[in-house]
């Protein structure tokens, strides 16, 4: 048999694989058009066009551009926060260490790129007069809140009433001043220079405010 008898035959993808690979596919597409032209300027069939698709493709995985896009947020928050992870894992597990590899991780992960800070902040205009919208987003960012309130944990005695309200407040504090530095740092209202240093007091404030209040209980 010559070379060409040889070569293997493509394994014919399943139905799944098939979808899943269009899916991904379709948010690849729509991640390079929304970072390069933004949110509101960038349309489905463009994205599909971008992807190699059709239109009618984009809509059996997506239900519109507004789903679309928070799966490229989505995306690129889990990237984030699985870089962190790893970070933190590195660390002697003190908090000093800790708050060096969030700096760090802030700096160099997540601020150093324009466009997805960018595309944030679209998207979220684009929320404002739809409620179902919001629903889905703060669902989404569920993983975020979590991902806070495991970090404060980890850093407060054993013993400690970690159901109260003043916990949530925490998280919630550290992660709208991480919020509100993107956005600072894209408008130029914030240097660069500033960033890390503004999230790790941040951070460090709420911490001291739970251990004072355990120590008040």
Not at 14 to 43: P, V
Not at 147 to 159: A, C, F, I, K, Y
Request: with cysteine; proline share 1%.
């Amino acid at each position: 048999m010559d070379n060409g008898g040889r070569v293997a035959a493509r394994r014919v993808l399943t139905r799944a694989e098939s979808q899943a690979l269009t899916r991904d596919e379709l948010i690849a597409a729509a991640e390079r058009l929304f970072y390069a032209n933004g949110y509101h300027a960038t349309s489905l069939a463009a994205i599909a066009a971008e992807a190699g698709r059709t239109i009618g493709a984009v809509y059996s995985n997506f239900d519109s551009k507004e789903a679309l896009c928070l799966e490229v947020l989505r995306s690129w928050g889990t990237a984030r926060l699985s870089r962190l992870a790893n970070a933190i894992a590195g660390t002697d597990g003190t908090l000093e260490q800790r708050l060096d590899a969030i700096a760090d991780w802030w700096d160099n992960q997540v601020m150093t790129d324009d466009a997805p800070l960018i595309l944030v902040a679209e998207y979220g205009i684009s929320l404002l007069r739809d409620p179902a919208s919001q629903a889905r987003a703060a669902e989404a960012c569920q993983r975020f809140v979590e991902s806070g309130r495991v970090l404060m944990l980890d850093h407060l005695p054993e013993n400690a009433d970690v159901s109260g309200q003043l916990l949530e407040d925490a998280v919630h504090g550290v992660l709208g001043t991480g919020i509100g530095l993107a956005a600072g740092r894209v408008s130029g209202v914030v240097g660069a220079d500033r960033l890390s240093s503004i999230l790790t007091t941040t951070i460090e404030f709420w911490l001291r405010r739970l251990g004072d209040s355990i120590r008040a209980a």
